[in-house]
């Protein structure tokens, strides 16, 4: 398996501002994803994290609202951009090991008032 | 179009067996993975299915029929920490993108004394 961290562990933020979460691994891996988990409900892919190009986003999400960084094989950032209400949801990310097994980070609580 | 479905909540007995049935019908179907939630935390990774057939890990089994579109996680010896979501996700993998998941709804199990 692999160790994976993330910063913050919850934040509470204003309207229209915007938050930059952290994901660490602790191992280099080549895949990692991005995945939103509103109140109530399962888990949802916003992105491939993809290290020296952009990232590839699902059908509902675009890189203005959820630009995404990933400079090297252990470190991704999502940027929840320009915040609403609507975005307050716990924010994963997941990291794909050699044997394409995948793994969760312990998750960004983000409230938006 | 991609579909999985789960039940919405099962309960059963502490040291009972259970099973979480999940139909699927995806494209570029890759293999087949049950997580554990426990509520505000992050998905618990249980197990990873790609050949048919039954897959055991001490209390946990877990199967796979690709034919039919459907798995099932198997819990023994029911104990009350294994109240939790079940989240059954499908990996697809499109044009050497890597395996991202799509998944169920959960499945909410509720073990009762």
């Known amino acids: 398996s692999a160790v994976i961290s993330q910063k913050p562990s919850r934040d509470i933020c204003q309207r229209g501002t915007s938050l930059t979460i952290q994901c660490q691994v602790d191992?280099?891996?080549?895949?990692m994803f991005w995945y939103r988990q509103q109140p109530g409900q399962s888990l949802t892919l916003i992105a491939t994290?993809?290290?020296?190009?952009?990232?590839?986003?699902e059908s509902g999400f675009v890189i203005d609202k959820f630009p995404i960084s990933r400079p090297n094989l252990t470190f991704s950032t999502l940027t929840v951009s320009n915040m609403s209400p609507e975005d307050s949801s716990i924010y994963l990310c997941s990291v794909e090991t050699e044997y394409n097994e995948q793994f969760f980070g312990p998750g960004t609580r983000l409230t938006v008032l | 179009g991609q579909n999985i479905d789960q039940p919405t909540e099962m309960t059963a007995t502490e040291g009972a067996i259970v099973q979480i049935n999940c139909t699927y019908q995806t494209s570029g179907f890759n293999g087949l993975f049950w997580y554990q939630q426990h509520a505000g935390e992050a998905p618990t990774f249980l197990s990873y299915n790609v050949l048919d057939g039954l897959e055991e890990k001490g209390r946990f089994s877990s199967f796979l029929s690709r034919s039919k579109g459907y798995s099932y996680p198997l819990l023994k010896e029911l104990q009350m920490k294994d109240s939790a979501s079940y989240l059954c996700?499908?990996?697809?993998?499109?044009?050497?993108?890597?395996?991202?998941?799509?998944f169920g709804q959960g499945t909410e199990l509720s073990v009762k004394p």
């Open positions: 996700a499908v990996r697809e993998v499109f044009y050497n993108q890597g395996g991202k998941l799509i």
């Open positions: 191992s280099q891996v080549t895949m």
């Open positions: 994290a993809n290290q020296g190009s952009e990232a590839t986003y």
